[in-house]
């Protein structure tokens, strides 16, 4: 075997030694370098596993808060709605009320009219009658006075006394 080694152009010696270095090498590592970078390499994974943990708890708190946004916006659409309907309802109901209001007022002005219209018709039927009447009595007293002089007004008078006493006697009741 060592004149293999030699017809490689390895030396037993120098092959003895670096086996022995090597070696040397590793224990010295696993002993000094392996257990920090070990240690290290725990604490990086046991961080990353609680990064992914942190992570997928502010996903789901996410989801959730998502979750309750939409339900909120849905009750919030919801009451708008519902207050939009309520407010078009007393909107309606107001105008409504204004607009009986306004025919109850137009009714009303209307019957004060018409009622004012038929006091001024009475009114003026009664100076009517009054002017009339006046006129009429004055038209008679003037006809009455160029007509009658005083034989006429005794004649008159006669026969109104005749008329009188003739009625009086064909009463049932009279004889």
């Known amino acids: 075997m060592s004149t293999m080694l030699h017809d ?28 920090p970078i070990g240690t290290f390499i725990d604490q990086r994974r046991d961080q990353i596993n609680d990064d992914l943990d942190n992570a997928k708890a502010a996903r789901d708190e996410a989801e959730r808060e998502k979750a309750a946004a939409a339900s909120n916006s849905l009750q919030i659409e919801l009451e708008a709605r519902q207050a939009a309907e309520a407010a078009r309802d007393n909107a309606k109901l107001e105008a409504d009320a204004l607009i009986k209001e306004a025919r109850d007022q137009a009714r009303d002005a209307e019957r004060a009219a018409r009622a004012a219209t038929e006091r001024d018709q009475v ?13 009429a009595a004055q038209m008679c007293r003037s006809l009455l006075v160029q007509a009658l002089d005083q ?8 026969s109104f006394i005749a008329d009188v006493e003739r009625l009086a006697s064909q009463q049932p009741g009279s004889q």
Not at 10 to 28: C, D, S, T
Not at 123 to 135: I, N, P, V
Not at 151 to 158: K, N, P, Q
């Open 8 to 35: 490689l152009g390895i030396e037993p010696g120098a092959l003895l030694v670096n086996i022995v270095g090597f070696v040397l090498l590793l224990y010295l590592m696993k002993r000094f370098v392996f257990p």
């Open 151 to 158: 034989e006429r007004h005794r004649a008159l008078m006669d």
């Open 123 to 135: 009114d003026a039927a009664k100076q009517l009658r009054s002017e009339l009447s006046g006129s």
